[in-house]
């Protein structure tokens, strides 16, 4: 069992930064698979970035050159720094573990609570 609680959300400008969050608990989290994903009211949740626990990375073309995904696995916790936001951006953050190098959220198995990010105009 892994718990993951997010954290860093909040209300920032467009073309500001945010950096959030995520502390993992419970079972060996190095060996997970690290994603993040987001949900805007009334859309479906969207893949943003995954991290394997060597380093590899996936990103969405949306956020690629703006979000940059890191872990340290020392203190079980992975980070999501996004930089130049944009509205678009606002939704709610959901960090996830899984055995799986993936983009498909139903292939992870622990989910967080979520953090919002609201990005204004």
């Given at each position: 069992?892994v718990?993951?609680?997010?954290?860093?959300?909040?209300?920032?400008?467009?073309?500001?930064?945010?950096?959030?969050?995520?502390?993992?608990?419970?079972r060996?989290?190095?060996?997970?698979?690290?994603?993040?994903f987001r949900?805007a009211p009334?859309?479906?949740?969207e893949?943003?970035?995954?991290?394997?626990w060597s380093?590899?990375?996936?990103?969405?073309d949306?956020?690629?050159?703006?979000?940059?995904?890191?872990?340290d696995?020392?203190?079980?916790?992975?980070?999501?720094q996004?930089?130049?936001?944009k509205?678009?951006d606002t939704?709610?953050?959901y960090?996830?573990?899984?055995?799986?190098?993936?983009?498909?959220?139903?292939?992870?198995d622990y989910?967080?609570?979520?953090?919002?990010?609201?990005?204004?105009?």
């Amino acid at each position: 069992q892994v718990q993951l609680v997010e954290s860093g959300g909040g209300l920032v400008q467009a073309g500001g930064s945010l950096r959030l969050s995520c502390a993992a608990s419970g079972r060996t989290f190095s060996s997970y698979a690290m994603g993040w994903f987001r949900q805007a009211p009334g859309k479906e949740r969207e893949f943003v970035v995954v991290s394997t626990w060597s380093g590899d990375t996936y990103y969405a073309d949306s956020v690629k050159g703006r979000f940059t995904i890191s872990r340290d696995n020392a203190k079980n916790t992975v980070y999501l720094q996004m930089n130049s936001l944009k509205p678009e951006d606002t939704a709610v953050y959901y960090c996830a573990a899984g055995n799986r190098f993936t983009t498909l959220f139903g292939s992870y198995d622990y989910w967080g609570q979520g953090t919002q990010v609201t990005v204004s105009s």
